[in-house]
C-alpha cells in the first residue's frame, strides 16, 4: 500500500468516524425534542404520570452524551485533527454539553408537570407556556437542521429567534407576579409555573449556543460576543 492510499484509506476512516458521532448528534438531539414536548403535554394534560416518565427518561439522554463523548476522546487521540476537523470535534464536544442541559430542563419541567397534576388548573390551562414551548420547540428543532447541514444562515436567524423567548419568558414572569399579588393562594402554583418557563428560556439559551458553534465551525470564528446580525448581512453579502 503507497502512501496516497494509505492517505485515502485514513481520510475514509476518519470521515466516517465523524459521521456516526454526527448521527449520535443528532440522535441526542431528537431525544431532546421529544423530551421537552412530552413533558409540556403532560402539563397541559395534567398528567403525572407522563410527567415522571419525562423525569425517568433523562437516563437516555445521559447515556448519549457520554457515548459521543468518548468517541470524540478516541477520534482526538487516533487521528489528532487539525484545523476544520479538529473545529467540528470540538464543537460537537460543546454541542452535547449544552443538549444534555436541555435534557435536564426537559427533566425538571416534567417534574413539575407531575407536581402541578395534583393542583388545581388555571382557566386557561397553561396556554401562555404551550405558546411559549412551542417557540421553544420550533428553535430546537431549526437549531438541529442548522448543525444537520452546518448552515450559517440557519444558524444565525434560529440564533436571533432566542429574543422571541425572552420576550416571552419576560412577559409570563411580570404576569405571574402580578397574580400572586392579586390572589395570595395562587403562589405555590405559579412558583412553579415560574419554573418552568425560566427552564424553557434556558433552553433557549442552549439552542442559541449551539447554533454559535456551528458558526464557529463553518466560518472557524468565535461569535458568542459578535452581533449575530452582523454576521446575517456578512452571510447575504458573501
Given at each position: 500500500?503507497?502512501?496516497?492510499?494509505?492517505?485515502?484509506?485514513?481520510?475514509?476512516?476518519?470521515?466516517?468516524?465523524?459521521?456516526?458521532?454526527?448521527?449520535?448528534?443528532?440522535?441526542?438531539?431528537?431525544?431532546?425534542?421529544?423530551?421537552?414536548?412530552?413533558?409540556?403535554?403532560?402539563?397541559?394534560?395534567?398528567?403525572?404520570?407522563?410527567?415522571?416518565?419525562?423525569?425517568?427518561?433523562?437516563?437516555?439522554?445521559?447515556?448519549?452524551?457520554?457515548?459521543?463523548?468518548?468517541?470524540?476522546?478516541?477520534?482526538?487521540?487516533?487521528?489528532?485533527?487539525?484545523?476544520?476537523?479538529?473545529?467540528?470535534?470540538?464543537?460537537?464536544?460543546?454541542?452535547?454539553?449544552?443538549?444534555?442541559?436541555?435534557?435536564?430542563?426537559?427533566?425538571?419541567?416534567?417534574?413539575?408537570?407531575?407536581?402541578?397534576?395534583?393542583?388545581?388548573?388555571?382557566?386557561?390551562?397553561?396556554?401562555?407556556?404551550?405558546?411559549?414551548?412551542?417557540?421553544?420547540?420550533?428553535m430546537v428543532r431549526?437549531?438541529?437542521?442548522?448543525?444537520?447541514?452546518?448552515?450559517?444562515?440557519?444558524?444565525?436567524?434560529?440564533?436571533?429567534?432566542?429574543?422571541?423567548?425572552?420576550?416571552?419568558?419576560?412577559?409570563?414572569?411580570?404576569?405571574?407576579?402580578?397574580?400572586?399579588?392579586?390572589?395570595?393562594?395562587?403562589?405555590?402554583?405559579?412558583?412553579?409555573?415560574?419554573?418552568?418557563?425560566?427552564?424553557?428560556?434556558?433552553?433557549?439559551?442552549?439552542?442559541?449556543?449551539?447554533?454559535?458553534?456551528?458558526i464557529y465551525t463553518?466560518?472557524?470564528?468565535?461569535?458568542?460576543?459578535?452581533?449575530?446580525?452582523?454576521?446575517?448581512?456578512?452571510?447575504?453579502?458573501?
Open positions: 500500500m503507497n502512501q496516497e492510499t494509505l492517505t485515502g484509506h485514513i481520510s475514509r476512516r476518519y470521515n466516517a468516524d465523524i459521521e456516526n458521532v454526527r448521527k449520535k448528534v443528532l440522535e441526542m438531539g431528537g431525544l431532546v425534542e421529544l423530551q421537552i414536548e412530552a413533558a409540556l403535554k403532560a402539563l397541559e394534560d395534567g398528567d403525572s404520570e407522563a410527567g415522571l416518565k419525562v423525569v425517568h427518561d433523562d437516563y437516555k439522554v445521559n447515556a448519549l452524551e457520554v457515548e459521543v463523548d468518548e468517541e470524540c476522546n478516541r477520534i482526538l487521540a487516533l487521528r489528532a485533527p487539525t484545523a476544520v476537523d479538529l473545529r467540528v470535534i470540538i464543537a460537537i464536544i460543546k454541542t452535547i454539553t449544552d443538549l444534555e442541559r436541555m435534557g435536564d430542563e426537559a427533566e425538571k419541567i416534567g417534574r413539575l408537570a407531575a407536581h402541578l397534576a395534583g393542583q388545581e388548573r388555571p382557566t386557561n390551562n397553561y396556554r401562555e407556556i404551550r405558546h411559549l414551548g412551542d417557540h421553544v420547540i420550533v431549526n437549531t438541529l437542521d442548522a448543525f444537520a447541514r452546518m448552515s450559517v444562515d440557519t444558524a444565525v436567524s434560529t440564533a436571533l429567534s432566542d429574543k422571541l423567548v425572552d420576550e416571552e419568558y419576560e412577559a409570563i414572569s411580570r404576569q405571574s407576579i402580578t397574580f400572586m399579588m392579586e390572589d395570595p393562594r395562587t403562589i405555590r402554583r405559579v412558583l412553579d409555573v415560574m419554573w418552568i418557563v425560566r427552564s424553557l428560556e434556558r433552553i433557549g439559551d442552549h439552542a442559541k449556543n449551539i447554533c454559535e458553534y456551528v463553518v466560518r472557524g470564528k468565535d461569535v458568542r460576543h459578535t452581533s449575530l446580525d452582523d454576521i446575517m448581512n456578512s452571510e447575504q453579502d458573501s
